[in-house]
């Protein structure tokens, strides 16, 4: 089975508000309808975040619109979803968490090759209001050089 279109949704206000400091792709435990709304590309992670639940991981707040054709085997749109990764990577991200007050924070979401749903997400460290106010000007330069050339 060949999917011709490809989807990658991203979270942009993750790299505005985070300093991203290690990434890792996920899967992700979905239902029927949801993997349907995913590849219309009706997903919004923008507000979303990653927690633990006992030894498991949840991407929370993430919406994924109700398929149009559901009848009432619809999704609730905002229900926590788990994030499918190996023993060994959960420790590391739980020991990590931990040790120095950072939080994981979903960047992008895609359809693979093989059609499954992969989410891709990243260890952030949040960043201060000046800190922000850097990043808007590198961008504001950067536009700024690209119009001259």
Not at 5 to 15: D, E, G, Q, V
Not at 51 to 58: D, Q, R, Y
Not at 87 to 96: A, W
């Amino acid at each position: 089975m060949k999917i011709e279109k490809t989807i990658n949704i991203k979270n942009k206000k993750a790299s505005y508000e985070y300093f991203l400091l290690e990434e890792m792709t996920a899967g992700i435990q979905l239902v029927g309808t949801e993997i349907k709304s995913i590849r219309k590309g009706d997903v919004n992670i923008a507000d979303s975040f990653c927690s633990f639940t006992g030894n498991e991981l949840f991407l929370v707040n993430a919406h994924i619109k109700e398929y149009k054709f559901g009848n009432q085997f619809n999704h609730e749109p905002r229900r926590p979803r788990k994030l499918l990764l190996r023993k060994q990577e959960l420790k590391k991200i739980r020991r990590k968490i931990t040790e120095k007050g950072l939080t994981i924070v979903p960047t992008s979401m895609f359809i693979n090759k093989e059609g499954f749903c992969k989410v891709n997400i990243s260890i952030a460290k949040g960043k201060k209001m000046y800190d922000r106010r850097e990043s808007i000007k590198e961008k504001d330069i950067k536009r700024d050089l690209k119009r001259i050339l």
